[in-house]
């Protein structure tokens, strides 16, 4: 398996335009996480699906962020308007719910967010 | 719920040199542990977890970590480190029979000096 895919790996933007990340997760995983990782903060979850259906967003920072899973093997995230301060990277996870092997999550490579 | 503690944020250590990273957790009974290893522009990759059963864990690169129930810890250790160790530690704890959410400590910054 490829492993869990992102796009764009770098993003660079300015201020006021909105920005859509790109997750695909690993065939046959039903959990999808999107993480936010800034020196300041660390790692931080933004939301999670499992089996396509939003189940917690309360990690998301303002009205501003929105996130989709439209089906098992896409998922984006958007920022509309995004602000300096959304630079960050963004992470994508998927995991498998077989078990404790659930817990176990496979992270994409990122998406360095640069808004300017 | 869950919390974990990585009380040092960077650690620099000789190539060649142990290496032991502390992480402690806080939970109302036993839980899943994992470490992630994060290298330079990567995502996070699962070095090792712990569910059950013996308490010292081998995971890949040579790492072991061992669950330490009367310490709340978890700590994760190598005998030799290689220049290619350098990279961002993170401890996890997970809630058995939970959401699958594990929760991550801030990470700690490993150094490899030639």
């Known amino acids: 398996d490829a492993g869990v895919i992102q796009s764009p790996r770098h993003e660079v933007t300015e201020m006021g335009q909105e920005v859509t990340l790109r997750c695909k997760p690993i065939?046959?995983?039903?959990?999808l996480f999107w993480y936010r990782q800034t020196m300041m903060r660390g790692l931080e979850l933004l939301i999670y699906f499992n089996n396509n259906v939003p189940i917690d967003d309360s990690g998301m920072p303002e009205d501003r962020f929105s996130a989709k899973m439209p089906n098992a093997s896409f998922s984006t995230l958007k920022i509309q308007p995004s602000e300096p301060r959304d630079s960050a990277v963004y992470f994508c996870?998927?995991?498998?719910?077989?078990?404790?092997?659930?817990?176990?999550?496979?992270f994409g490579p990122g998406t360095r967010l640069t808004v300017t | 719920a869950q919390s974990v503690t990585q009380p040092d944020i960077h650690i620099t250590v000789s190539e060649g040199a142990s290496l032991e990273l502390r992480c402690n957790y806080s939970y109302g009974a036993t839980p899943y542990l994992f470490w992630y290893v994060q290298s330079p522009g990567q995502g996070l990759q699962l070095l090792l977890k712990?569910?059950?059963?013996?308490?010292l864990v081998q995971g890949i690169k040579g790492f072991e970590a061992e669950f330490k129930r009367s310490q709340s810890s978890f700590n994760l250790r190598k005998p030799s480190v290689h220049w290619s160790d350098a990279a961002e530690y993170f401890c996890?704890?997970?809630?058995?029979?939970?959401?699958?959410?594990?929760?991550f400590g801030r990470g700690t910054s490993l150094i490899v000096h030639p």
């Open positions: 996890a704890v997970g809630a058995p029979g939970g959401s699958y959410i594990p929760t």
């Open positions: 712990y569910f059950s059963g013996d308490t």
């Open positions: 065939s046959g995983h039903d959990y």
């Open positions: 996870a998927s995991s498998f719910s077989g078990g404790v092997s659930g817990y176990e999550q496979y």
